[in-house]
């Protein structure tokens, strides 16, 4: 019986190699929508609390994770021998950026050398971990055909975009439409199929080069818009206007504007990194991207100027950074979630450590951090506490914070988000 016909059959046993936030999510799903589904993970932790039936992301609650478990439908391990009996594997490992820039595929390549060892006739494999254009055909197919396999009529390969939002309750998993583009016209529709089995809306394209470009596009766009907002953030700044009122007074424009907000940094997995691996890739093929590394320059440096904004905060005050007391509020890279990959926190910590400062952190959803430059504390966010502080930066900000015992008990505060919106109190400081 061919792919095409089992998946009919609804006879497929599908897997997922990696089990974090896109991951687990989307194992769940397949799970959801009644598809024999298994998870792989090199993380023996992370198997063993899926089969627990504990979730260990935010957008998985156990309740679910524990129906999915304890009906058959989904299990966990760290055996990829697997892969023998499986029929589908999508594969949602880490593509994070080496320290010049590059593009970091090595979690893939590991991945597809497991897959090698066990792929057979007839199996769909769908990469959807962000990359540079080009690497389901240029890297994935070769390592793979090395199995003697032909890609479109012994096996099938495609790319689809993970696009998964943390926290977002409107936008999930199952609602976010699927772009999908296949090395081949039968490996697209394979794909496709696959995804609307599990109850979801796929988007077919013409190549997966093309599929490895529109996310890239999608996160360019939010990175570039972002670095134009910061950009005129420090101009507004310089000029003694108030960017925040200008943002919204424009946001009421009904066309021809999408209101973007400054920010101390980005953060997530995506819009940090994705930006440089669509301009790497341009530059392999002689094109220099100077709005999309332009736009990476601004946003890469809006840690260190807060922390600028900050000193002349504390010299109004008559305070020196060095041996200054400042807390930083939010570890997270964006509100209401435990998430604090490439959080901007993490380097404003590092350069106020350089400076000498007393540096403590508060996060309720976070509940401890690693910073290697020195030691940072948690701190006990009480009123009496407060007044310990010279200076907080709200970083991220939470929806579940109660921010009255700061704005009454702190004699500094630089509010980056503008978090404390409408507050006109003198010990505010906006970005």
């Not at 198997?47 to 504990?54: D, H, I, P, R």
């Not at 320290?99 to 970091?104: R, S």
């Not at 540096?359 to 009480?382: R, S």
């Amino acid at each position: 019986m061919g792919l095409k016909e089992k998946m009919e059959k609804s006879e497929t046993v599908q897997s997922v190699i990696g089990l974090g936030y896109v991951g687990l999510p989307l194992a769940v799903e397949f799970a959801k929508a009644g598809l024999e589904t298994v998870g792989i993970d090199i993380d023996p932790t992370k198997v063993a609390k899926v089969n627990a039936g504990e979730s260990y992301i935010g957008d998985v609650v156990d309740e679910e994770l524990r129906e999915v478990v304890s009906s058959g439908k989904l299990r966990a391990t760290t055996d990829f021998s697997i892969l023998k009996e499986i029929d589908t594997i999508n594969i949602a490992v880490p593509t994070p950026l080496r320290k010049t820039k590059d593009p970091d595929i090595s979690y893939i390549v590991a991945a597809l050398k497991e897959i090698k060892k066990y792929i057979h006739k007839d199996q769909l494999i769908i990469l959807e971990s962000t990359t540079y254009p080009g690497t389901t055909e240029e890297v994935m197919m070769p390592i793979l055909e090395e199995s003697g396999l032909k890609v479109g009529s012994d096996f099938y390969l495609a790319f689809s975009p993970e696009r998964v939002d943390p926290g977002n309750e409107q936008y999930t998993t199952k609602n976010i439409p699927k772009v999908v583009g296949g090395v081949t016209p039968a490996c697209t529709e394979l794909a496709a199929a696959l995804y609307s089995a599990a109850g979801m809306n796929p988007v077919p394209v013409n190549s997966s080069r093309v599929a490895e470009t529109v996310k890239l596009l999608e996160n360019t766009f939010r990175s570039v818009n972002i670095g134009l907002v910061n950009e005129i953030a420090l101009m507004c700044n310089r000029m003694g206007i108030n960017v925040w009122e200008v943002i919204d007074a424009a946001a009421t424009k009904p066309f021809g504007f999408m209101p973007f907000y400054p920010g101390p940094g980005l953060g997530g997995h995506c819009i940090p990194i994705d930006p440089f691996y669509l301009s790497w890739k341009a530059k392999q093929s002689g094109f220099d991207a100077r709005f999309i590394e332009l736009a990476g320059m601004i946003n890469g440096d809006m840690p260190a100027q807060v922390v600028v904004r900050v000193a002349e905060a504390l010299n109004k005050k008559k305070k020196c950074m060095n041996g200054s007391r400042i807390l930083i509020m939010g570890i997270s890279y964006k509100s209401d979630i435990d998430d604090t990959r490439e959080s901007p926190a993490f380097d404003i910590i590092r350069l106020l450590l350089q400076r000498g400062s007393d540096v403590c952190w508060y996060d309720p959803f976070v509940d401890e951090i690693d910073i290697k430059e020195g030691a940072v504390e948690k701190f006990e966010y009480t009123a009496e506490e407060l007044k310990s502080i010279d200076c907080a930066i709200i970083v991220t900000g939470h929806s579940n914070v109660d921010y009255g015992p700061l704005v009454q008990n702190c004699d500094l505060i630089f509010d980056s988000r503008n978090v404390l919106k409408g507050l006109g109190n003198e010990n505010i400081v906006r970005l």
